[in-house]
């Protein structure tokens, strides 16, 4: 008997621990982590691409400056906001950032429709070059969003569920992170034309 | 007959909404081969020739390369589509993600190159659309469909073709045994510990365990499975006489037991795609890489 004591004792051991959810929850949390960084470098993306966006616009369309003004301000300013990785656990760093970002979007997709009263604009190779490699970074964006909402969705509901609450309160003490809203205006279902 | 009656009617309501439901969400077609005409527009020489060009392309470089043609999107978005086909197929090699997935929807007249992670620096979404914009665009317009996937497909392997290459034959199986070996030694452990505990618990569990465990890794015959049943038994019955000597294993022993559990049972059944020689994803990643168009 004494001999098999200790190995029960480091097997019961195991078993707690791995059935706590200790593991689990670092390792839900580390997820969310990644897909932040991935969200990141998909917005960053995005702002080194629009220096050039603006220039090939502007070489067509002069009488455009206040559009392009201000898409360069949005950028300015989606720049001067520092979100790192402790930040997405707070709700309201994490609203100011995506408020800055659909303001980029936002003047970006002004930019766009006023690109339509440019022909030539629009048939040159140089631009037609540039909205794919938009329109590859915008989807970038959705995916990768959509990516750290799940991630978020399932650490949230990780550290929640019994016993990992417990283990939780007692010994971690992570706090729930923020997913992206959708944004406002979406919530209206596109109306579809046949 | 009898009539149904008229309290299923409202639960036959439900199904029926249920069944709609799922029917309006636009589904991911199975992964038939390298070319999924499910469109009907590539004719049937071209398809093969597209077919065999795509295996051999595989076969040398391991970037998995397939199309997909589908009727109609019913009102879903290009890009999402797509993802979703992406993320269910995952073509493309676990590690490497060099998939290509070339969609085109009948209907809407629309074109979408999903590039895998692992080639995004190779064929960039600038590329990408321009195998669009200037290869198959034009001749989508003119309605040859044959013309324009042949030229779309060689212009794409042309850019990607050296950015990666296929593993040597035996780098595969290495990883494999090893990985085989560290769900043997994990039961060996538990074995162990059992034994301990009881002689006959650990002769029962060495019998069922040690057959069933190569059952599920080699699929060996019934013959060898009886062998394995009595050589299991035996074990159980003598693994612990052997290691009887002292206490030291306790430490040790349950390490190994739990890095061999993680180990064994993550790279024991993710499996490789092509492994048995029927067609699949190998894991590849996507994170929204490529480009779009319309004809």
Sequence with gaps: ?194 | MRTIPKKAFPFFLFLLLFSLESALSLEVPPLKGYVNDYANMISPRVRAKLEGELREFERTDSTQFVILTIPSLMGEALEDYSMKVAETWKIGQKGKDNGIILLVANKERKIRIEVGRGLEGRLTDLAAGRVIDLVMKPMFKRGDFDGGFTAGVHALVDITRGEYKADAKGVRKKTSVSSYLTTLFFAGVLLLFIGTISKFLGAVMGAIGLPSIFYLLFAPSLFVLIVLGLLGLLMGIFLPLIFSGGTGYGRGGNGGWFGGFGGGWHTGFGGGGDSFGTFGGGGGDFGGGGASGEW
């Design chain 1, 1 to 194: 008997m004494k001999r098999i004591l200790p190995s029960v004792f480091v097997l019961t051991f195991i078993i707690l621990v791995s059935g706590c959810g200790y593991n689990t929850m670092q390792m839900k949390e580390e997820a969310v982590f990644a897909a932040w960084a991935d969200v990141e470098a998909a917005y960053q993306r995005r702002n080194d691409l629009i220096p050039n966006l603006v220039e090939v616009v502007k070489g067509y369309a002069k009488h455009e400056a206040e559009t392009l003004k201000a898409v360069v301000e949005a950028r300015s300013k989606v720049g001067s906001i520092q979100i790192s990785k402790d930040m997405i656990g707070d709700a309201k760093a994490m609203s100011q950032f995506q408020a800055a970002q659909s303001e980029l979007q936002s003047a970006l997709s002004r930019l766009m429709v006023v690109v339509e009263r440019y022909p030539d604009l629009k048939a040159s190779q140089n631009f037609r070059d540039l909205q794919h490699q938009l329109e590859g970074t915008e989807n970038r964006i959705n995916v990768a969003r959509t990516r750290y909402n799940k991630a978020v969705q399932e650490f949230n509901t990780s550290i929640r569920i019994f016993p990992n609450n417990i283990t939780n309160r007692l010994l971690l003490n992570l706090k729930p992170k923020e997913p992206f809203k959708a944004e406002p205006g979406a919530e209206k279902a596109p109306q579809v034309k046949f």
